[in-house]
Antibody, heavy 123, light 116 residues
Framework: EVQLVESGGGLVQPGGSLRLSCVFS????????MNWVRQAPGKGLEWVSY????????NYADSVKGRFTISRDNAKNSLYLQMNSLRVEDTAVYYC????????????????WGQGTTVTVSS | QSVLTQPPSVSGAPGQRVTISCIGN?????????VCWYQQLPGTAPKLLIY????????NRPSGVPDRFSGSKSGTSASLAITGLQAEDEADYYC???????????FGGGTKVTVL
């Protein structure tokens, strides 16, 4: 069974740091691009960051650029999001999501999502 | 303000057909980038519902998604249709594409579907 499990969320003060992790099972992790997507309380989905399967391409939303760093360890089937200089507006549920591949075509969409981990930034 | 614009809510009676629009521009949907639709039931993670592009068509469904759900695209807009509306379809729905001017994946603001 394909499964993604996020961890690392919690309560942090403004200006603080957190590192989120996402562990995969049930598929060949190294073949897939990965994303982080977040959802603030009562709000819609916001894409945060993308990393290609080979790490050659990394993108960030403008709202987190310069503060967040995405990385992956294919040997450990793991995806990470290092979050620094956290702000109140970063409060959200953070989801890791697998990039969609169909017939060797790499879509910009996401087909498998984790259950999410909650990050709360508050003093 | 989302790059892709969706109506905040739509509603319909059981058995009816409802459509959700997703309006973009020539940097995203109009440029031919993929359009995906997601369903998010209360308290759960989003689920991929429809995916599509100019090569393979705009209404592809992952295994397990009922054929009551279909997608379409015209110009700078896309639409999700739900036919034979059921109580279990009550959820939030999001469109998503890629925007070349932002170099970013972008979501619509979401549409809440209510079954009357």
């Amino acid at each position: 069974e394909v499964q993604l499990v996020e961890s690392g969320g919690g309560l942090v003060q403004p200006g603080g740091s957190l590192r989120l992790s996402c562990v995969f099972s049930g598929f060949t992790f190294r073949s897939y691009a990965m994303n982080w997507v977040r959802q603030a309380p009562g709000k819609g989905l916001e894409w945060v960051s993308y990393i290609s399967s080979s790490r050659s391409t990394i993108n960030y939303a403008d709202s987190v650029k310069g503060r967040f760093t995405i990385s992956r360890d294919n040997a450990k089937n793991s995806l990470y999001l290092q979050m620094n200089s956290l702000r109140v507006e970063d409060t959200a549920v953070y989801y890791c999501a697998r990039g969609l591949i169909v017939n060797n075509y790499y879509y910009y969409g996401m087909d498998i999502w984790g259950q999410g981990t909650t990050v709360t930034v508050s003093s | 303000q989302s790059v892709l614009t969706q109506p905040p809510s739509v509603s319909g009676a059981p058995g009816q057909r409802v459509t959700i629009s997703c309006i973009g521009n020539n940097s995203n949907i109009g440029a031919g980038y993929d359009v995906c639709w997601y369903q998010q039931l209360p308290g759960t993670a989003p689920k991929l519902l429809i995916y599509g592009n100019v090569i393979y068509g705009n209404s592809n469904r992952p295994s397990g998604v009922p054929d009551r759900f279909s997608g379409s695209k015209s110009g700078t807009s896309a639409s999700l249709a739900i036919t034979g509306l059921q109580a279990e379809d009550e959820a939030d729905y999001y469109c998503q594409s890629y925007d070349s001017s932002l170099s970013a994946r972008v979501f619509g603001g979401g549409t809440k579907v209510t079954v009357l």
